[in-house]
């Protein structure tokens, strides 16, 4: 709890389950975010076995396990959830979560996307045999026999 409430400081808590068939991807993703979030001084990444501690009183209700939550460093009683269930849990997306709800600026380069095309899925235009179509529609009378007549 002392490490989630130090002052200053943004705290990313991962609550995890050893017995949880993802934990060794979840831990091999977490490492690769520390490493790129090493020298960040006002940041902190940490993990705890949700099942074998027990959370102080006053600690939030996690949900289920597991989950991860960042606790600002200006509003330590109002955490954030990480929602892994949009994109997937890797260090790509929790650097860019994080840098976009930490209280303190994260000064450090992107991590490399695992999977580019996920998060540009539904920012990005039609394919272009798609787009193709659409404009050769609108080119074309909607009936033809009644451009025939009209030519008459």
Known sequence: METVMESGKDVVVHFYAEFDEKWDEDEFELAKLGEAVEDVSKLKVT???GILNEKPAEFPDIGYIPCTWI??????HMPQYFNKTTGGFNAYRLLNWIKDTASNPIDVDDLPNPDPFA???ESSPPPPAVAE????????????????VSAK
């Open 119 to 121: 998060i540009d899925r």
């Open 133 to 148: 179509e659409e404009d050769s529609a609108e080119d074309t009378p909607a009936d033809e026999s009644s451009a025939e």
């Open 71 to 76: 606790f600002p460093a200006d509003n330590k």
């Open 47 to 49: 993990r705890i076995n």
